[in-house]
């Protein structure tokens, strides 16, 4: 199957600093990828859709100048965690579709994000 | 609104038994759905989809689902679940072509020997 690459898988940054999260597709040109941010034991909440060449989609409530996202290729998207606090510790996943509706989203593997 | 929703936040078996964990949908237009399971620390992994034909699917590991229009349902089945197969399981749905889904809460589902 298809493979979304996700880096780093973890990531300890001090309070203030920033953090860039890369999300690629390996073996395919994705379009469109999104982010989810994921606390423990809790379901995957969207945060952003990110277009290729084109400026992200955020959801209701999440922070655009907080949470950067840039699509600068057909197989790499980043999130940038900006001026990262304690409270934006959690688990980030990104994932890619193959094609548009209807086939499987591909999914990194996460990136565990700890702001001590 | 479109949604997915898991009604159970944990599904304990024996290993050896059957399992089912369930999930309905609220999507429009004509549903694609999803199952992935997420080991701790992990992304999530496709385990099998539903687009059209067959309401029967069968997946990954030994797994199927069972599209229900009727009843909005796609509940993930297992004949004889595994130690192994426990996890955390994510039902998902889109109707759109941009590929967005929508997860249900999760199920943690707990295989005992």
């Known amino acids: 199957g298809a493979v979304v690459s996700q880096h780093p898988s973890r990531v300890i940054c001090k309070s203030g600093t920033s953090v860039k999260i890369e999300c690629r597709s390996l073996d395919f040109q994705a379009t469109t990828m999104f982010w989810y941010r994921q606390f423990p034991k809790q379901s995957l909440m969207l945060m952003a859709t990110?277009?290729?060449?084109?400026?992200?989609?955020?959801e209701q409530g999440v922070e655009k100048d907080k949470f950067l996202i840039n699509h600068a290729s057909l197989t790499l998207s980043t999130l940038t965690v900006t001026s990262a606090h304690p409270e934006d510790s959690s688990f980030y996943i990104c994932?890619?579709?193959?094609?548009?509706?209807?086939?499987?989203?591909?999914f990194g593997q996460g990136t565990r994000l700890t702001v001590v | 609104a479109q949604s997915v929703a898991q009604p159970e936040d944990q599904v304990n078996v024996a290993e050896g038994n059957p399992l089912t964990v369930k999930c309905t949908y609220s999507?429009?237009?004509?549903?694609?759905l999803f199952w992935y399971v997420q080991y701790p620390n992990r992304g999530l992994q496709f385990l099998l989809k539903y687009i059209t034909g067959d309401n029967l699917v069968k997946g990954s590991y030994g797994f199927e689902a069972e599209f229900n229009k009727s009843q909005t349902s796609f509940h993930l089945k297992k004949p004889s679940a595994l130690v192994s197969d426990s996890a955390l399981y994510f039902c998902?749905?889109?109707?759109?072509?941009?590929?967005?889904?929508?997860f249900g809460r999760g199920t943690q589902l707990t295989v005992w020997p």
């Open positions: 999507v429009s237009g004509n549903p694609y």
């Open positions: 994932s890619a579709n193959r094609g548009g509706g209807g086939t499987e989203a591909f």
């Open positions: 990110s277009n290729e060449g084109s400026k992200a989609t955020y």
């Open positions: 998902a749905g889109g109707g759109s072509t941009l590929g967005r889904l929508y």
